[in-house]
């Protein structure tokens, strides 16, 4: 190719129009489905443009199509039925060693959250009245229906045409993120990850076949390990969670190319202290075991910037890619496009020219009703990511560069 | 000589609510006296070495001096008015929506410090300077370092251009009159300050500030303006030991998108003109972390020091000490070792919640330990 392309994780912040009429499904009010389709068919649009206008090679949907880049998967698989159950604590978020860290912020964090969420939602938040939350059970055979998906497909091939691009990927959830939900019909934990696992099969091969690009989300493998440990587990205790998922996400890849796969971890995109977020070079064993060509991790916040380094000690296999975050969504401050040549330079001097693709910390809304930036800063930061590739470019092809 | 990377911050730390009430007449004064000896503590626990008074007694580094000053007057504003710059035309909805919601361009609600924000002051009368705030905030922070553990101290102190910025003059006839009384106002409390024994940090984030605040400047007409209000503060500084002069630079501390920045490149010789030891600038958001390589070919004068930024306000995750070290020895490899202390990109008070911010300083420590190892 002959110069750094750059790309994203994947979650855009959903237009107005399209959140308000998710909210109000939300808040149980009748919507009109076809309106809701166009609502839905004019995001993916603006945002596919807004992509290849900001210089973004390998775009995707913005994940217009999902309420949350995890709970999308519980309205396509059968065999779970939702629940409202009281949140334990103040938030949904998950328990850790960060939040016994620092008790006073992650209270500000949290009711900061509630009141984001309830303002998107435009709901009103009850005083006094105790917080509930939706989770899902697992009370039967879990099988995945295509229907959304196919809808997902249709309207993302539509809004590339005409668009030049690179390619273009669709993001789902990993076996290890199917966060908020509780298994009650599989007699083993085995049995029921491996079940999640085939339902997703089903999605991550419709999609391959489609001719687009996989991205496996896997937040919650990384963050598990400060879960497990804040609640008085052991290292090997989340080694032996990890790695049944991890098998089970190879399960779900059987028989797709490997070249066609991309997987990304992060350690939780919340704007928080991440103080006992794991080294990533403990875990990067479980990363690299999953059979995929592309790599993406943080790598653009302060918490896991220096993590660039782990490379001179970890032989990245050949053929494989790294795409590393090179701008944060953890920051107001868009990223200036020379340090982001910096950072794709450094880790291309270490892994080769070849191997190193830009790419972002995280999304930039995990969910329908969450911005982790302003959108205006969101696209600046993907304009200024594009730029940077350009810089880094220059100064690793030389006159070689592709143009 | 030390031997060792040395650290320090930009000054303002996250007020207590009891400093808070002390500062607003509230409470007796004692309590403020009892709140800078636990900032103080609270430093040294963190492993800084050049300590402050975290600023407990100015409502806002840069207009705490209208209330030292005969001749000026508070009047109320409108909305964030000095932050309609370059950033804001580029960035309208953000700013709209931050404007609109609360801790996204601040933190938190310390009510000298917003008090301060929300009025203009206009200068309606000859300048002249009064001592007492800065006498009790000298013998708060001496009574402070009674027995502390400390490499040295400073007290930040705001340099006229950056006193002089969005304040109507209706007493002097020119603007630059208004400057220089400024100046001749501010020498008194830099001699106090340096007569005390403390360090004198002089904070001008309106040098790199001003090119984003006035849209109409072009690269010229801006760096005379600069070169002006470098004169006035190398005259306010005259006789003053320049190895006891800190001077702190930084594009303002509000957590906009920065896009519009000036590079230190196009201002670092303004700066390097202050008459000052060492020199404070940010280098540890994502704005400014690349500009480290500007000392590859511009030269740190001898007998200089530099202090960069090496955790910043402007996010919410602690930089790991892997990453500060990273960012010393970069530094450290470029100007000497012995030439650099390392520092936050800017004040932490009002900017972060307290617990992050102290939770900054630590890894801040840290991370110099770890450069220290590697660097000696």
């Known amino acids: 190719m002959n110069r750094i392309l750059t790309t994203h994780v994947g979650s855009l912040v959903r237009p107005k129009p399209l959140r308000d009429l998710l909210a109000a499904k939300e808040r149980g009010e009748q919507v009109d489905e076809t309106v809701l389709e166009q609502a839905t068919t004019e995001a993916v649009e603006d945002v596919v443009r807004r992509q290849a206008d900001a210089g973004i090679d390998v775009v995707d949907d913005g994940e217009m199509g999902k309420l949350t880049w995890i709970t999308y998967l519980y309205e396509r698989v059968s065999g779970l039925e939702p629940r409202m159950v009281p949140v334990e604590g103040t938030t949904i978020l998950p328990p850790s060693r960060d939040r016994q860290a620092f008790p006073e912020f992650y209270a500000e964090h949290d009711a900061a959250f509630a009141i984001e969420m309830a303002d998107a939602l435009q709901l009103e938040l009850a005083e006094g009245e105790s917080a509930q939350v939706k989770l899902w059970f697992c009370t039967g055979p879990l099988e995945y229906d295509a229907t959304r998906l196919e809808q997902d497909i249709a309207r993302f091939k539509a809004a590339l045409d005409g668009v030049e691009v690179t390619d273009a990927f669709l993001p789902v959830v990993a076996p290890a993120s199917v966060y908020w939900l509780r298994n009650e019909h599989y007699a083993t934990e085995e049995e029921f990850v491996f079940a999640v696992a085939d339902a997703l099969h089903v999605e991550y091969k419709a999609i391959v076949e489609a001719g687009l690009m996989l991205q496996v989300d896997d937040a919650v493998l990384m963050h598990e390990y400060d879960s497990i440990l804040a609640e008085g587990g052991s290292v090997e205790d989340y080694r032996r969670w990890a790695e049944l998922r991890v098998e089970a996400l190879v399960h779900a890849l059987r028989g797709l190319p490997e070249d066609r796969i991309r997987y990304h971890v992060c350690f939780g995109s919340w704007h928080g202290p991440h103080v006992h977020d794991p080294p990533l070079a403990d875990l990067i064993d479980l990363v690299l075991k999953v059979p995929a060509r592309y790599y993406l991790m943080e790598q653009g916040n302060p918490r896991h910037e220096h993590e660039w380094r782990i490379w001179e000690g970890v032989t990245l296999p050949e053929g494989k890619v790294l795409v590393p975050g090179v701008v944060t969504h953890h920051t107001t401050v868009v990223e200036h496009p020379e340090a982001v040549a910096q950072r794709l330079v450094r880790l291309a001097n270490v892994v080769g020219r070849d191997s190193v693709m830009g790419g972002t910390d995280c999304g930039f809304a995990q969910g329908a009703f969450i911005q982790r930036v302003h959108p205006t800063i969101q696209w600046a930061k993907l304009e200024a990511l594009a730029e940077g590739a350009r810089l880094a470019t220059k100064e690793l092809y030389g006159a070689e560069a592709a143009s | ?326 960012r010393i020895v970069r530094f450290a490899d470029r100007v000497g070792r012995e030439n650099v202390i390392a520092s936050t990109d800017c004040g932490m008070g009002s900017r972060i919640h307290p617990e992050l911010g102290w939770a900054k300083l630590a890894t801040l420590a840290e991370g110099a330990r770890l450069a220290t190892e590697r660097l000696w």
């Open chain 2, 1 to 326: 000589m030390s031997d060792r990377i040395l650290t320090t911050h930009v000054g303002a730390l996250q007020r207590t609510p009891e400093a808070e009430a002390a500062l607003l007449g509230e409470a007796p004064v004692e309590e403020l006296t009892a709140a800078v000896a636990d900032v103080v503590r609270r430093q040294v626990e963190a492993g800084i070495d050049v300590v402050d008074d975290g600023e407990y007694g100015k409502s806002i580094w840069q207009w705490y001096v209208t209330e030292r000053l005969d001749g000026i007057e508070r009047k109320e504003r409108e909305g964030l008015a000095p932050l309609r710059g370059r950033d804001h035309l580029e960035f309208p909805d953000f700013y709209a929506y931050a404007l609109a919601t609360p801790n996204v361009l601040f933190h938190g609600s310390d009510r000298a410090f917003w008090n301060a924000i929300a009025t203009v002051p206009v200068c309606v009368g000859p300048i002249a300077y009064k001592a007492d705030p800065v006498e009790r905030d000298i013998a708060n922070l001496k009574a402070a370092l009674d027995g502390a553990d400390v490499a040295d101290a400073f007290m930040p102190a705001v340099a006229p251009a950056s006193a002089e910025v969005d304040m109507a003059n209706e007493h002097y006839a020119t603007q630059e009159e208004l400057l220089w009384a400024l100046a001749d106002a501010l020498r008194e409390e830099y001699r106090a300050i340096v007569d005390a024994g403390f360090q004198l940090q002089v904070d001008d984030a309106w040098i790199p500030a001003m090119w984003d605040h006035d849209p109409s400047l072009d690269l010229e007409t801006y760096r005379a303006y600069c070169r002006t209000r470098v004169e006035a503060l190398n005259h306010a500084l005259e006789g003053v030991p320049e190895d006891r002069v800190r001077y702190h630079l930084c594009w303002g501390s509000w957590h906009g998108p920065h896009a519009t920045d000036i590079p230190l490149a196009e201002i670092v010789d303004l700066m390097l003109a202050v008459d000052a030891g060492t020199y404070l600038v940010e280098a540890a958001n994502v704005r400014h972390e690349h500009e480290y390589h500007l000392w590859e070919t511009v030269e740190l004068p001898e007998g200089k020091k530099l202090a960069p930024g090496v955790v910043t306000h402007s996010t919410n995750l602690i930089e790991h000490p892997e990453l500060v070290a990273e």
